[in-house]
């Protein structure tokens, strides 16, 4: 005698209703409430956890970050998942904005054993851009706080060039230090965020 004729379910489909019910679990579902699955370990090679190369367009920042967000929220402790996601809008923002079109910009995230996590975006930058970045980096690396009322105050009055708040918000309102490597004209910014 067929299962469906006794009343049970077997799952032809992974994607078929169970029941023919719509409010009821798919296959799919009903197979990821049985098994959850534990949050993804960093790898004994320390490779990164996400790696995502795009090409410098700002249109790519909200999608990205609305996965990113939703990821990290699953494989991190909500204060480092809250702290790093900060980091990841902010610094991947001034990456997609002020990356050079002529190359790459690249996110990478790397979990440790202990909860950390590190965050690494890069991009090309023009020296123009370069210049203003390592002045700015110094201000908030000197102090976060004066360097977020000096932003502030400059996005209140409207000032050219416009106000970096970006690398503020991840020292001052996340609490994260930020670190600059160069390679030619290409720049990193990273930042570790313990658990």
């Known amino acids: 005698m067929d299962d469906r004729a006794q009343g049970t379910q077997t799952l032809d489909s992974l994607d078929d209703r169970i029941d023919g019910n719509p409010s009821r679990a ?37 999608p990205t970050y609305a996965y990113l967000s939703a990821y990290t929220a699953f494989c991190l402790a909500p204060r480092v998942a809250e702290r790093l996601n900060v980091a990841i809008y902010e ?18 995230l790397e979990l440790s054993a202990g909860g950390a996590a590190t ?5 090309h930058a023009e020296p123009a851009q370069l210049e203003r970045l390592n002045a700015q980096l110094a201000s908030v690396q000197a102090d976060a706080g004066a360097a977020f009322t000096t932003e502030m105050n400059r996005f209140a009055g409207g000032s050219q060039p416009p106000p970096m708040l970006g690398l503020v918000r991840v020292a001052h309102e996340s609490g994260l230090q930020l670190e600059l490597r160069r390679d030619g004209a290409r720049v990193e910014l990273s930042t570790l965020c313990d658990a």
């Open 26 to 62: 798919s296959g799919v579902q009903a197979r990821a409430q049985r098994a959850p699955s534990a949050a993804p370990q960093a790898g004994a090679a320390d490779r990164p956890l996400i790696s995502i190369g795009s090409p410098a367009d700002p249109a790519l920042l909200e």
């Open 119 to 123: 965050l690494r975006v890069s991009n």
């Open 91 to 108: 610094l991947y923002a001034n990456a997609l904005r002020y990356g050079s079109s002529a190359g790459e910009v690249r996110l990478e």
